[in-house]
């Protein structure tokens, strides 16, 4: 088998937060494999094969990467972002323990910017401290394990990003999980909702625990969560600032 399968992320959306790696992967692939709409945002040679399908078939779009490796083809897997973090790279691992002639192929996973570093950087240093990351779809998990770390997250003071936090099929999972945050942290912890970072609807909005609206959040959105230590810098005339210092109390 002569094959590879290199696994890239596209990053949250603009060119210039797409590594030059994954932009190479990508090149050198004669067939991409991804979810429609990363797939639009590629501009492929007419010599290069891609094969669309659905965000939910996830692993059997990893099965195809694979099968085509398997023949011989240079694959390229796209993710958005990271495509480690709540994307393909753990399909396709999880589908090669299916089948063991799949472990003697050339795999190789290149990192990428994921949606919290983005997000965290347009609005200062909300992550600058202990974060978590917490995805709210509960397609692939119980809602009651979301629910627990959740739950685990405000016990350990953690700054949160929240990936997934709503679509159509799931519209009430949104409220639910502020209602639990509401009741086990400050309402004056700050909030933001960074919808679509990077990207031509970018929207950023500023708010705090109490009086965050749910509905604000819909599948292009990440919302980080404070830190009992997370604060609003002001600024005349700008955007504020969000910060998780990295001390707790006076730096020593
Ligand atoms: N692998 C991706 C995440 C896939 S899960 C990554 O590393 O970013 C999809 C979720 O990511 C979305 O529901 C949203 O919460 C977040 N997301 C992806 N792109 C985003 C962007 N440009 N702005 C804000 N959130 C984004």
Not at 123 to 148: M, Q, T
Request: hydrophobic content about 50%; proline content about 6%.
């Amino acid at each position: 088998m002569s094959g590879r399968v290199m696994i890239v992320g596209l990053g949250p959306g603009p060119a210039e937060w797409m590594t030059p790696e994954a932009g190479a992967a990508i090149g050198a692939a004669s067939d991409i494999v991804g979810y429609g709409p990363y797939l639009d945002r590629l501009a492929l040679r007419a010599d290069q094969r891609a094969h669309a399908s659905d965000n939910r078939a996830e692993l059997n779009r990893a099965r195809l990467a694979l099968k085509l490796a398997a023949e011989g083809r240079a694959v390229a897997v796209v993710s958005g972002g990271d495509p480690g973090v709540f994307a393909m790279a753990a399909a396709v691992f999880e589908a090669i323990e299916e089948e063991p002639e799949w472990l003697d192929l050339d795999i190789a996973v290149s990192p990428g910017v994921t949606a919290m570093q983005a997000a965290a950087a347009r609005l200062g240093a909300p992550l600058g401290h202990d974060f978590c990351a917490i995805s709210l779809s509960d397609n692939l998990k119980p809602w009651a394990i979301v629910e627990r770390r959740l739950r685990a997250a405000c016990e350990g003071d953690f700054a949160i990003a929240l990936y997934n936090p709503a679509s159509r099929a799931r519209p009430t999972r949104i409220t639910q999980a502020f209602d639990l945050l509401r009741r086990l942290k400050a309402r004056a912890t700050p909030v933001a909702f960074a919808r679509a970072v990077g990207r031509a609807d970018e929207a950023l909005t500023l708010t705090t625990l109490g009086e965050a609206d749910p509905g604000l959040a819909d599948m292009a959105t990440l919302i980080v969560v404070g830190s009992s230590e997370t604060r609003f810098i002001a600024r005349d005339g700008g955007r504020k600032w969000m910060l998780t210092p990295r001390a707790y109390g006076a730096r020593r």
